[in-house]
Each structure stands twice: as C-alpha cells, then as structure tokens.
C-alpha cells in the first residue's frame, strides 16, 4: 500500500469575513492507472467540496495566500464551493494489477480569511494473482521383476534331453534291425513243424 499526505489553503473573498471553526470539507478522489512493466502511474483529481462558515465580518486586507474561491453558494452564513485539484504520482510496477484511492484524516484549520486544508491518500495496490495448478502424481508403476534362470542351468537341461532323444533313435535303430530275424526263425520253425506233421499222416 502507498500512502501520501495532501495539503492545500484556500482564500475567500474580503466581504465575507473570516472563516470559522465549523467549516468542513469532503475530498473525493477521481483517478486513471497506466501500468506498464516498469511503473505504475495514477493520474487524477481531488474534488474538494467545501462547506465554509463565515461571521461576515467585511476584512480590511485581501488574503493572497494559497487558491483564492471567488465564485460560492452563499446560504446564511455558510458558503459552498467545489474546487478541482490535480494529481499524478508514479511507483514502480511489483506485478500490480490495480490500483484504488481512499481519503482519510480530513482536518481543516481556519486562520482569518482563509483556511489550511490536509487530508491523507491511502493507495491500496492487487497485485497479480499467479495460479499454480496442482499437477496431479502419477500413479506409481508396479516393478514388474522377471525370473532369468542362469544359463547353467538350461544348457545342462538341454544336453540331457539331447542325451535321451539320441539313445531313443539307437534303440529305435536296434528293434529295426532286430526285427527281421526274429521273422525268419519263425517262418523256419513253422516249416519244420508243417514238414513234421506230413510224415506223420504217411
């Protein structure tokens, strides 16, 4: 927040006499920002409005101090004006998004034919809201661990098959070879058992 105090005086006309301790003010500021990236700048103005009490006692001097109302809306002993006042002030740019004005500690101090007006400016600063969103985790990914059997021993494993596959063809190879002999020493036998049976019926 930046914050600045303000202070004017304003003189009346001689014909009204001096100003008096009920006199009061209303400050209302009216403002533009221009931001870039380097400084924020707010220009504006202060509409004064003020409601002055006069004891219309005609002053013998003319007050030459401070902004000088000539033109007021006079009703009994009060006068009221509306006076312009412009302002630019400039801060550095801290990621601001917007600026607004507000007005406090009015006081006004009557001195014969004029009046020391002050009043404090609180310049309340939103600066840049900066969205995080939430990156969501991932979901943790099972360790999937494979058996690896050592190469031992598969190789023992493939030579024993390899051992049994080979002593299956050997003795595939000796039934093979065994076979026909067998059939001839039967057919023999059948034939001598016919021959025998022959002589026997003679």
């Known amino acids: 927040m930046q914050q600045w105090e303000m202070k004017e005086t304003f003189t009346f006309p001689k014909q009204l006499g001096n100003v008096q301790e009920n006199s009061k003010i209303v400050v209302e500021p009216k403002w533009h920002e221009e931001i870039n990236e380097d400084s ?74 004029y009046c020391s007006c002050s009043w404090a400016v609180h310049c309340d ?21 494979l058996e690896q059997k050592p190469v031992e021993e598969v190789q023992p494993r493939l030579q024993a098959e390899k051992e049994v596959e080979a002593e299956v063809e050997v003795e595939s190879t000796q039934l093979a070879q065994t076979v026909p002999h067998e059939l001839d020493f039967l057919e023999q036998l059948a034939d001598a058992y016919s021959r025998v049976q022959i002589q026997i019926k003679k």
């Open 40 to 113: 924020v700048v707010v220009r504006g103005i202060y509409v004064v409005k003020g409601n002055i009490q006069f004891d219309h006692v005609a002053r013998e001097d003319e007050t030459e101090e401070g902004i000088y109302i000539e033109h007021m809306d006079i009703e009994k002993d009060h006068g009221y004006f509306e006076y312009a006042l412009p302002f630019s002030v400039d801060f550095p740019n801290d990621d601001i998004e917007s600026v607004s004005l507000r007005i406090n500690d009015i006081k006004v101090e009557p001195n014969n034919g």
């Open 125 to 145: 600063v939103e600066k840049k809201v900066q969205a995080i969103a939430g990156v969501e985790k991932p979901a943790p990914v099972e360790e999937i661990v």
